[in-house]
């Protein structure tokens, strides 16, 4: 079975705070990917990264950095100086490879940015 | 290059009447995937299609829900009947393989049964 648990469901900092989405999860797979996904209130999904079980090495890209921690099955996700379009709901998502096709999503954490 | 196209945006259906959603996936990506999600709720996974084949139904509803990805044309989700129940975001994502690539998803059909 896959899980990812997204332990906060709202979140709310303000601009230029430095802020951290937690993400959890389940698997027996021992390859498997994780991703996250950003959807602004205008709805749609924007993917922003992917990262495969044998790679654990953090990454950052602008503003954003991701930890990823097997020991812990988390894989993190820090907005440092968050800003006002930052505002929107992230979600975490994994596969296995021995799991199916789909990508299961947490519940995802609302995040909000007020100036 | 365009993205996922989904259409319509917007369905408003009356309790027992058919709903059409449309998903034109990336240009060279020939693996559509649907997925539902309800109020408060991520996503979940509907179906997996290949042109003019449904490689996996598991989160498919056994009733009313079909699906299909035509050789020529989008792919088509279809609930007969609806319930009030079957409201909510419905979103398509493609990709140009079944490996474990990202899917990128459409912008989304928000569903409203009356």
């Known amino acids: 079975a896959q899980k990812v648990t997204q332990a906060q469901t709202e979140i709310s900092v303000v601009e230029k705070e430095d802020v951290t989405l937690d993400c959890v999860y389940e698997?027996?797979?021992?390859?498997?990917?994780l991703f996250w996904y950003k959807q602004p209130p205008s709805g749609e999904l924007v993917f922003l990264i992917r990262?495969?079980?044998?790679?654990?090495q953090n990454e950052i890209s602008g503003r954003y950095s991701w930890n990823f921690q097997k020991s812990t099955s988390s894989f993190n996700f820090t907005i440092t100086a968050s800003q006002v379009v930052d505002s929107a709901v992230y979600f975490c998502a994994l596969r296995g490879t021995n799991s199916g096709y789909a990508l299961n999503f947490g519940k995802g954490t609302s995040l909000l940015v007020t100036p | 290059n365009a993205g996922v196209m989904q259409n319509p945006r917007h369905l408003v259906r009356r309790r027992g009447q058919e709903a059409r959603l449309r998903c034109s996936p990336m240009k060279g990506h020939s693996h559509v995937y649907w997925y539902r999600q309800l109020p408060e709720e991520g996503l979940k996974f509907m179906v997996y299609?290949?042109?003019?084949?449904?490689?996996?139904e598991s989160g498919m509803p056994k009733e009313r829900f079909s699906a299909e990805f035509p050789k020529e044309g989008p792919s088509i989700l279809r609930i007969q009947q609806v319930v009030r129940g079957d409201s909510a975001a419905y979103f398509c994502a493609s990709s140009p393989t079944d490996t474990y690539n990202e899917q990128f998803f459409g912008p989304g059909t928000r569903l409203t049964v009356l």
């Open positions: 299609l290949q042109k003019e084949n449904i490689i996996d």
């Open positions: 698997t027996r797979d021992t390859t498997y990917y």
């Open positions: 990262r495969n079980s044998f790679d654990e």
